[in-house]
């Protein structure tokens, strides 16, 4: 295939091939095809141009997954602004912190986080526009509302005889234009603003589109958005790829329970499922294990005439689960469970597991399925070097660095941040530790700040304690803290699995006895767990469903 350069030049090939077909639909809603995207994304252009807009001024968006803010964020980068996409889980107050902070002239909103804003702290804001019809929410110009009020007669003065495809006429891009600002969930204090330019997220869809979509895909099947788009994850891989290749996307606007997570994927059926590891572990450990755990199906598993039979079926049981069309699984954002990892390669499902972050947009590294190693997060993609940083990477694990066309071109408003995070060869350090085989194929360990140490000064990390521990009986979810030098367990049981057993409390704290004794004899010494400590609260988890542990972790 012929790489593309220009991002704005491949949403214009997109729409005007995929004219006549269904773009973007939320779920249970109103589906807009890709003319009525193109015609959206022109009215848009005219309320920009008219009330002021330059570009390459701030356009904020805040709110949850739906058609309108694909359209109002593809607008934005098409017009030559930069988008801001804040995660609609942010509180008010980190709301109007990095409004102020990026600069942002305007601010798309969705409902939820309409009625919990207050524009009086974002003094240098222009206007507030409300995703749900683009409706005015706030206004501090006489052009903007004027733009917004004669919308329809601006539209229809410019095209008189209907807009058509051969108006359509983009932004010309840059490759190092600053394309958006990516403000990560971050852990203490304020969130870093990632600078992502038009070449990182052209450098993300050509390696999707060379080894995902053009030997495996079709256009015009469907997608399910479930990850925010507000999160590079989310919106390169479900939202900026589907529709730079004429899918047919859904999505969820509301709160993804299970069940409605379940649901989707009956109705939608998509060719392809994009997730991170708590949905897969979810749906595994609640819709199959408890099919498959029994006496009977164990005792045909350990028949060699008949198991392969039997996991071709439980293969097909598991794949359905998923909609029963997608090529493959792709799961990223946090490391899967070894259990349930282990169960998916026994059973032959076609899954990976794909590796980056927000400072590259966010691929790093990924492996199709037929060649993905097991335990592994793949190869680099293509256009991304990565390096070990250690004497020797096939053993003694080491910080992984990556550099390449996906990578940053820093934090916005902080060079002391960025000096730290990019090196003077270019480098950018991830903060995670993890090893390479002699293919190349990555292994992480753990992220560098959460290595705990032990007594005897041996290294410790606590995602692979509890990777084990979160395998065992009525675990939901744990964390592995440091107290003192001991290393104590922070788990969230199933308490709805406990009650279906009729379990009281006291039987709770059994099952937790007998886990930290078999969670012992499973580790090294070094690494022993003093203790379980009960949870009666899920924990605090960031938009990609990972725990906040610098809210758990005693110093």
């Keep these: 295939m012929e790489l593309n350069k220009s991002f704005n030049q491949i949403i214009t090939k997109s729409i005007v091939s995929n004219w006549d077909f269904d773009a ?6 109103a589906t807009l095809q890709y003319k009525d995207v193109a015609r959206k994304i022109e009215k848009i ?11 390459g001024d701030k356009i904020a968006l805040c709110g949850r997954n739906s058609a309108h803010w694909g359209v109002a964020f593809i607008a934005t980068l098409t017009y030559g602004a930069v988008a801001v996409p804040i995660l609609h889980e ?26 919990c804003i207050d524009p009086e702290q974002m003094p240098a804001l222009e206007g507030i526009v409300y995703l749900p019809d683009f409706s005015l929410f706030t206004s501090r110009s006489d052009q903007l509302t004027y733009a917004r009020e004669h919308l329809n007669e601006l539209f229809g003065m410019k095209y008189p005889n209907a807009f058509r495809k051969e108006h359509i006429k983009y932004h010309e891009d840059q490759e190092e234009e600053l394309a958006l600002i990516n403000y990560t969930s971050g852990t203490t204090g304020f969130s870093k603003g990632v600078m992502l330019p038009y070449r990182a997220i052209v450098g993300n869809l050509n390696f999707i589109f060379k ?24 919106m390169t891989v479900e939202f900026l790829y589907p529709f730079c290749y004429g899918y047919h996307i859904f999505f969820l606007t509301r709160l993804p329970s299970p069940a409605i997570i379940a649901q989707a994927f009956a109705d939608v059926r998509p060719a392809i499922v994009v997730a991170v590891p708590l949905i897969i572990e979810k749906i595994i450990r609640k ?15 350990n028949m060699p005439v008949i198991s392969k039979k039997v996991k071709q079926k439980i293969c097909e049981q598991v794949y359905e689960a998923f909609g029963g069309q997608a090529y493959e699984i792709i799961i990223g954002g946090a490391a899967i469970n070894q259990e349930v990892e282990t169960f998916l390669k026994s059973i032959d499902f076609p899954y990976t597991v794909g590796y980056g972050t927000t400072e590259c947009a966010p691929l790093i590294s990924y492996r199709d399925y037929h060649e993905y190693v097991p335990g592994s997060c793949g190869r680099a993609v293509m256009g991304m070097e990565v390096r070990i940083l ?19 071109l820093g934090y916005y408003k902080n060079e002391e941040a960025t000096r730290e995070a990019i090196d003077e060869e270019g480098w950018y350090h991830t903060g995670d530790l993890g090893t390479m085989d002699a293919d190349g194929n990555i292994f992480i360990r753990g992220r560098k700040k959460n290595m705990l140490l032990s007594a005897n000064g041996q290294n410790v990390y606590p995602e692979e304690i509890e990777d084990k521990l979160n395998s065992m009986a009525l675990v939901s979810e744990c964390i592995v803290i440091q107290r003192d030098e001991k290393f104590i367990a922070l788990v969230y049981p199933d308490y709805e699995e406990a009650r279906n057993l009729g379990f009281t409390d006291e039987d709770i704290t059994g099952v937790m006895n007998q886990n930290l004794q078999d969670l012992n004899a499973a580790i090294p010494a070094y690494s022993k767990v003093a203790a379980i400590e009960i949870r009666k609260e899920e924990f605090a988890k960031t938009p990609k469903k990972s725990i906040k542990r610098y809210l758990y972790q005693e110093n």
């Design 24 to 29: 973007l639909t939320d779920y249970k809603g």
């Design 45 to 55: 252009h005219i309320i920009m141009e008219q009330s002021g807009v330059r570009k």
């Design 90 to 115: 942010f509180n008010a107050e980190q709301i109007h912190n990095i409004v102020n902070h990026s600069g942002s002239r305007l601010l798309f909103v969705g409902d939820v986080v309409a009625k």
């Design 211 to 234: 080894y995902l979509a053009e030997p495996y895909m079709k256009p015009n099947c469907n997608m399910l958005c479930i990850l925010p788009m507000a999160h590079m994850y989310g």
């Design 287 to 301: 819709k199959v294990f408890p099919k498959i755990q029994n006496n009977m199906v164990r005792l045909l598993l």
């Design 390 to 408: 250690s004497n020797d990477p096939l053993h003694q694990e080491g910080e992984i660095v990556t550099r390449g066309q996906n990578v940053m």
